[in-house]
């Protein structure tokens, strides 16, 4: 299973990012999907999340800015992120938690995509 990120770049504040994220391999389905964030010196860190079936889980810094879609038919996630401002600065990595046609699961991480806020 490989994880392909892209949508990164260099924005000036207030702008906007579309990320995409595209799993590709022996998939039976996802179980779950997210975006998580590293910016320079901190920690990664959740910015949102969707489970199958269940309502999209956004913390606090990506509530009311960004949006967390997916297309099953592509194996595909995606991240809008609206408004952006310096702080949103990171690295941007995907996540998918995927169950392979052999009957085991594990999440896997996308390379990741930066994401640079600035004017």
């Known amino acids: 299973v490989q994880l392909q990120a892209s949508g990164g770049g260099l924005v000036q504040p207030g702008g906007s990012l579309r990320l995409s994220c595209a799993a590709s391999?022996?998939?039976?389905?996802?179980?779950?999907m997210g975006w998580y964030r590293q910016a320079p010196g901190k920690q990664r860190e959740l910015v949102a999340s969707l489970t199958g079936g269940g309502s999209p889980n956004y913390a606090d810094p990506a509530r009311g800015r960004f949006t967390i879609s997916s297309d099953n038919a592509k194996n595909t996630v995606y991240l809008q992120m609206n408004s952006l401002a310096p702080e949103d600065t990171a690295v941007y990595y995907c996540n998918i938690f995927i169950l392979r046609y052999d009957g085991t699961g594990r999440d896997y991480w996308g390379q990741g995509t930066q994401v640079t806020v600035s004017s």
């Open positions: 391999g022996s998939i039976f389905s996802i179980k779950s």
